[in-house]
């Protein structure tokens, strides 16, 4: 498995089968970024653990990759989806967040 941080809260991971997931896409320049240009990355899955602008930039990802929002297969990944709260009032600030769960080259990520 090869792990790049693209900025802020997204990284990309590889497996060796070839599967590209990228995990909360920002847009470039934005939230404290590096301005990594997203459309110069393609993914296979796009995780998106909020709806908070610099955590679900999709259309920023090159390609056709299958958004993931919740518990869902993408080729061989199997990924859980854990609901959690983003803030400590019980998410009547900041609203919800996902936590996802799944395993690549027989590493579990959460």
Not at 4 to 21: A, D, N, Q, V
Not at 45 to 70: F, M, Q, T
Request: proline content about 3%.
């Amino acid at each position: 498995m090869k792990i790049r941080w693209l900025g802020h809260s997204c990284f990309l991971i590889e497996g060796e089968s070839g599967i590209r997931i990228i995990t909360d896409p920002y847009e470039p320049g934005g939230f404290g970024g590096k301005g990594v240009a997203l459309r110069q990355q393609g993914a296979d899955a796009l995780l998106v653990s909020h709806e908070h602008s610099d955590h679900n930039y999709v259309r920023g990802v090159l390609g056709n990759p299958e958004v993931v929002r919740g518990s869902k297969r993408v080729r061989e990944v199997s990924f859980q989806c854990v609901e959690v709260f983003h803030d400590a009032s019980r998410g009547r600030q900041r609203g919800s967040n996902r936590v996802f769960c799944f395993e690549v080259d027989s590493v579990k990520v959460c």
